[in-house]
């Protein structure tokens, strides 16, 4: 989570964030998303690619 907060914050103005608890439905949140697209993609667009995720072995 630090490390996600961290990323979020260094690239700030390259990311939208949409918090799910402010919408009532995936519809609702969609519809945002689309209404707002061209203010997402006016700049150049990075994609990120993950191929797998890290495994972690937590000794508890």
Do not use: C, H
Not at 12 to 39: G, H, M, P
């Amino acid at each position: 989570m630090k490390i996600t907060l961290n990323w979020l914050v260094k690239n700030r103005n390259q990311v939208r964030v949409f918090y799910l608890k402010n919408y009532s439905s995936k519809a609702e949140l969609f519809e945002n998303i689309s209404r707002n697209t061209d203010k997402i993609y006016a700049g150049s667009e990075n994609v990120i690619q993950v191929k797998e995720d890290p495994k972690y072995d937590y000794d508890f």
